[in-house]
Structures are given as structure tokens and as C-alpha cells.
């Protein structure tokens, strides 16, 4: 591959270095551009843009390719646990026992939010979708935890870390507590970070939640999964939040507004508001297909389709083998809304418009009929989410505070508005 590239602009001939990475992708290096020719580029939803260099998370959407630190997704979703990730994902190796013990009670040490934080929930009415509860509360963690902005400083590095992933476990569950006029149940300092987010969803005073390891398995293995995905629309929102050195907190509930809308982490939530609007029009999929056929309609087949994926989401396929093994393991594998995502699968990958647009379902499209077989309710599905995806968040946030081109995010434009002309008195309008 040659080192540069030559382009030719009003005459003038410049060269653009060209970057390759580990995996062979290439780039043109355009930080000179506009300094040598005054031009920029444009690409309205950065489909062509890549905005930083990166070590974490690799995909290739050709191949159905997705790796965490070099590690193939189907791996860890096999033999890790979210806190072993987690540790991956933000420091770039597996940790060694010792670490993986320090990293565990550092999670389980911040567990709680201050007390004073349960009035926040008083304030919400009975209907609030808990991912407005969520970015808020988040944000206001700052408030309690101001000192923690001293990034520099190993020790509050990791304490600022373990604060962000335990404490969005705890604001979750207290909000699906509340949500269901429950008292809140804290987190134990006995239990493993998915055992205690179940118990804290499920335990009841008058009857203690059984925790069942096939379901503590089964979330290790969603919120593995939800992780990371490199630089997605609400990954990049914490970077371009965290580039102008607003503080971890403020990042990450910028992240989580972004993930909220329906064309990103909410999709999870859309896929089984759709199936069930299927199931109770009577189960029949053709007419949906049509529809998401059909320009002059707004409906989209929810779960299905991916900017970087060209063939089979990886995480869809891990995912829907622990949908069928999870339903049979709680007897619910007659579950409807199963029997037609499948029907839609199948109806939709057998369909010229779906195979030509290498639409294939996504990390959303089976994950919530998880979700409701572990009675977590769908409002709740894109906290789930939010919560996997803290770790991959945290760990571009870091890497891009210390990397040493860190800089503010700013993009350019190309104004296309009115020309110069004068104010107008309002008596002269
Ligand atoms: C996530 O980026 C990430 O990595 C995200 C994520 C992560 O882990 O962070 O993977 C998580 O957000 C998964 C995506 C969840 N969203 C959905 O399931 C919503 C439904 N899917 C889409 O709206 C869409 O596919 C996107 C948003 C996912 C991708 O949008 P793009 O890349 O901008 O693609 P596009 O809208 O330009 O579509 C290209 C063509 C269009 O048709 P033409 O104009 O070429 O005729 O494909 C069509 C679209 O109309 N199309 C769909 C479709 N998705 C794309 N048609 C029907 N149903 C769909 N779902």
C-alpha cells in the first residue's frame, strides 16, 4: 500500500498520508486538508469518517467479525464474565487474579449512592421511562462525587471507574424498584456484580429472590455483549462529551441519551412493541415485510439492519441460541413473539429488498424476548443496555484523554444559508 496519496485541488497538488492499521483498514490522514487547500470533506453521518484511532474493539461487517481487544466476541460470551470484560476493555489485557479480585471488590465498594440521591426518584411521575431516570441521575453523580475529575491520578482513575459501573447498577434498579412501588433493595457485598443486579430487581422483603445461575450466566453473557462496539453513535457521543474535559459522569449520561433513540440502543425496546403489534394483528409477518418495503411508509423492520454489518450481527447469532436455550430452561418456549421473530427472520432474509441492502438482524432483534422471559420489563430493556455498554464507554472515554493527540472535537461545515444582508426594523417588515 503506498505511504501517501496525491490530490490535485484548484491546481494545487498535495499529499495525504495514508494510516493502515492492525487489521489492514486504511485511511487517508486529512488533518492538513483545509491549512493546505481551504477545502474540508462532508459526509453527513460520518459513513466514510473515521474519527480517531483505536485499540479496543475491532469489527469487520463483511465478515461478521467482532473482537474486544483482539479477543473473539464468541469467546467471551462462552468463557468470561461482564467484570472480566469490563477489566479487558478498559485496560487492555484479561486481568491476572489479583487484579481481577481488586477490580471486583473496587465495584462492590461503590456500589451505593448516597442516600440523599433515593429523593430523586420521589421527583419522576409513576410513567417516566427510566432512561430519562438514568442520564439524569448519572449526571448528577458529579454533584456527589466532584473531587473525582483528577483523571491523572491512578488510584482516582480506577475509584472514578468502578463508581460509574457499579453506581448505574444501583440507579437502575432502584428506578425498576420504584417503578413498581417496591421498597429498594441494596446491593450485597457478597454477591457478583449480574447475581447482585438480579437480586436487586427481584428480591422482595416477603419473598427473598432465588437466584438461579443459569439466569446470572445468561446476563454475564447479554451485557458481554452490549459492551462495546468501537465507535457507534452514543460511543462517539461520549467522546465528543468527554473531549472538551467535561467530567466521566457528564459523559456517560450524554452516552446514554444518545443510545436511548429508537434507530440505536432503543431498537431493543421498538423490536417487541413491533412483535407484539404483529402478534395482536394476528401473527402474520408478510404484511410487515411489505411495509418495511415500502418507501412511502415509515415502518422499519426494528432489529434488523446495521451500519458496519453487512452479514450476520455475531452477537445476534450468540444471541439467539441463549434466547431457545433460556426459554426452554423457564418453560416458556412457546413464547409467541419468539415463534414470530423467527417467521420475520426467515421471511425477511428470503427477501431481494433485505438481501440487497444485506439487512440481517441485529444485537437488538432477539435480546429483549430474553429480557421478557427474565421479567424485566420492556421500558427497561435500553437501561439494560445502557449498562452493558458502561465499560465500553469508560474505556474510549480513557483512551482518548490520554491519547497524545487529545483535543476538543469540533467539526467543520459547509454553510449553505443567506448571504450578507442587513437587519430590518420590525416597523419596515
Ligand atoms: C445498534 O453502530 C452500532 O454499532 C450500533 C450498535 C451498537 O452495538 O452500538 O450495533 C447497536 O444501534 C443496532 C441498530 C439498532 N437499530 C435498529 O434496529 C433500527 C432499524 N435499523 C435501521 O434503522 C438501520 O438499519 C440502522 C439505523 C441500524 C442503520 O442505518 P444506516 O446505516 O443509515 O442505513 P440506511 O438507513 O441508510 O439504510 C440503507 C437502506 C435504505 O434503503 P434505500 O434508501 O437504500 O432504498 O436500507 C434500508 C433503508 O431504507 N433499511 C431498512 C432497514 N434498515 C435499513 N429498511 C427496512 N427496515 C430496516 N430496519
Known sequence: MPQSVELKLNGTMIELPVIEGTEHEMALDISKLRAKTKFITLDPGYVNTGSCKSAITFIDGDKGILRYRGIPIEQLAESSTFVEVAYLLIHGELPRPKQLTGFSQRLTWASMIHEDMKTFFSGYPAGAHPMAILSSMMGSLSAYYSGDDDYKNP???????????????????????????????????????????????????????????????????????????????????????????????????????????????????????????????????????????????DFRLMGFGHRVYKNFDPRATIIKKACRRYLEHVGADDDPLLNIAIKLEDAALADDYFAERKLYPNVDFYSGIIYRAMKIPTNMFTVMFAIGRTPGWIAHWKEMIEAPEFRIGRPRQIYTGPVERDYVPISER
Open 155 to 297: 488510584k482516582q482513575m480506577d475509584l472514578v471507574i468502578a463508581r460509574a459501573i457499579a453506581k448505574i447498577r444501583t440507579i437502575a434498579a432502584f428506578s425498576f424498584n420504584k417503578s413498581r412501588g417496591l421498597p429498594f433493595v441494596y446491593p450485597e457485598a457478597d454477591l457478583p456484580y449480574c447475581a447482585n443486579l438480579l437480586n436487586m430487581f427481584f428480591h422482595k422483603p416477603t419473598r427473598p429472590y432465588h437466584i438461579d445461575p443459569e439466569a446470572v450466566r445468561l446476563m454475564n453473557q447479554l451485557l458481554i455483549l452490549h459492551a462495546d462496539h468501537e465507535q457507534n453513535c452514543s460511543t462517539s457521543t461520549v467522546r465528543l462529551v468527554g473531549s472538551s474535559e467535561a467530567n466521566l459522569y457528564a459523559a456517560i449520561s450524554a452516552g446514554i441519551c444518545a443510545l436511548w433513540g429508537r434507530l440505536h440502543g432503543g431498537a431493543n425496546q421498538a423490536v417487541i412493541e413491533m412483535l407484539q403489534r404483529i402478534h395482536k394483528d394476528g401473527g402474520g409477518v408478510q404484511k410487515y415485510i411489505d411495509m418495511a418495503k415500502d418507501k412511502n411508509s
